[in-house]
């Protein structure tokens, strides 16, 4: 991935699910907030859309922090591992935006290594199957 898709990429998942993606200023703002470190809203534009592709690395550090991730990420030139990073960014954010994943994820905080493992195994199972539950729900609700 370049540099652009990767911003790209950070723009378009940085907000919670049902909010607007942030502006070129709010980041701007933010980024200079959060880390003191001035980018133009313009910058932020050209750099999205490859227009420049050279940043100061003090700027990319920014840019990282702010959007939560490694500036290592928006270095990186392995194809693999950047789809592996945005891969889990993206199941991060999944979690920390889903009351169902805060709330599973307390109630196994109190569970035994026994019980975890169990639940893993059933999670597995449903993953590499995903109408076995459908399946098993028809077979209830049919009478002979």
């Known amino acids: 991935m370049t540099l652009a898709e990767k911003l790209d990429e950070l723009f378009k998942t940085a907000h919670k699910p049902g909010e607007r993606e942030l502006?070129?200023?709010?980041?701007?703002e933010?980024?200079?907030?959060?880390?003191?470190?001035?980018?133009s809203p313009a910058l932020l534009w050209q750099?999205?859309?490859?227009?420049?592709?050279?940043?100061?690395?003090s700027q990319l550090e920014?840019?990282?922090?702010?959007?939560?991730?490694?500036?290592?990420l928006l270095l990186s030139s392995d194809p693999n591992e950047?789809?592996?990073?945005?891969?889990?960014l993206a199941?991060?954010?999944?979690?920390?935006?889903?009351?169902?994943y805060r709330h599973i994820a307390a109630r196994a905080a109190q569970m035994s290594d026994e019980d975890l493992e169990a639940?893993?195994?059933?999670?597995?199972?449903?993953?590499?199957?995903?109408?076995?539950?459908?399946?098993?729900?028809?077979?209830?609700?049919?009478t002979d």
Not at 47 to 57: A, E, I, N, Q, T
């Open 23 to 28: 502006t070129y200023k709010e980041a701007s």
């Open 30 to 39: 933010g980024i200079k907030r959060e880390t003191g470190v001035s980018i």
């Open 47 to 57: 750099l999205r859309h490859g227009k420049k592709s050279d940043p100061r690395v």
């Open 62 to 72: 920014a840019i990282a922090r702010f959007f939560g991730v490694s500036p290592s």
């Open 82 to 88: 950047d789809r592996e990073a945005f891969s889990l």
């Open 91 to 100: 199941q991060m954010r999944r979690i920390r935006d889903s009351e169902t």
């Open 119 to 142: 639940i893993s195994y059933l999670l597995d199972r449903m993953s590499r199957e995903p109408n076995a539950r459908s399946r098993s729900e028809d077979k209830s609700t049919q």
